[in-house]
């Protein structure tokens, strides 16, 4: 079981991952490299990056979905990335909140249903969603009627304020936010800001939040550039001359 009273909630070290495996074996350069890097436990921090510079990728090797290529991932002080497929399933489900660019929601079930869902994964009672959800959407100021519509039925604003609640209620102890605002006006992005950063407060949740709107940086404590931290960019074919 994961030591919870680490200070480290994310610890990399040698990580190395390319979605071409021959590629990387004749020696061209890996699609993410990072040498060493750590997040402390309740840190909210906001990685900035372009399109392409493996900003999204990182984010799916923490979360359990990829696997590097060499290195390792510790998260909570488990060492995710020797875990099997199904226990990483198992982990993420239970310790980490993912609120993707599209949020991922079912749209032919209720906005209940969906949370229920996550909750099932998580080991959370389904009889605790609607009291979670009821006391969390003032929050989100999200009407509570929205709890029985489809996920559908719903404005591109709400949906992501849902996004954001099924992904905090098995009270996760690392979030994972992927380009969540891209499709919101100035007003709306800045709510939703204000309101995920209240909630990773209260929670006590690590927030690593990942977006090219330099803007949003301004609502964390510690911004990292993913060219500075992806070195993969100064690499070369294996023996080549620079």
């Known amino acids: 079981m994961p ?3 680490l200070s480290m909630a994310i610890n990399v070290e040698g990580l190395r ?4 495996k021959q590629q990387q074996k004749q020696g061209l350069r890996a699609d993410l490299e990072i040498g060493e890097w750590q997040v402390s436990a309740g840190q909210h921090v906001f990685l900035r990056g372009e399109s392409g510079s493996g900003k999204s990728t990182l984010l799916n090797l923490l979360a359990g979905i990829l696997t590097p290529d060499s290195g390792s991932i510790t998260l909570l002080g488990e060492p995710v990335s020797t875990l099997s497929s199904r226990k990483r399933d198992a982990f993420r489900a239970k310790h980490i909140g993912v609120v993707y660019q599209q949020f991922n929601l079912i749209p032919f079930v209720s906005v209940l249903k969906n949370v229920q869902l996550a909750a099932h994964f998580g080991k959370t009672k389904a009889s605790d969603v609607g009291t979670f959800l009821s006391d969390l959407f003032p929050r989100l100021e999200l009407p509570i009627e929205c709890i029985n519509k489809k996920a559908s039925e719903l404005s591109v604003g709400q949906q992501q ?8 209620v098995n009270n996760p102890d690392i979030l994972l936010v992927d380009e969540p605002t891209s499709a919101l006006d100035a007003n709306a992005r800045d709510a939703f800001m204000k309101v995920l950063i209240e909630l990773c407060k209260q929670y006590n949740t690590t927030l690593l939040f990942v977006s090219h709107d330099a803007y949003l940086q301004s609502y964390f404590e510690q911004v990292i550039d993913m060219a500075d931290l992806n070195t993969t960019s100064n690499n070369t074919r294996a023996g080549a001359t620079s």
């Open 161 to 168: 304020r849902v996004a954001i609640a099924r992904a905090l």
């Open 3 to 5: 030591d919870h009273s």
């Open 17 to 20: 991952f390319s979605y071409d």
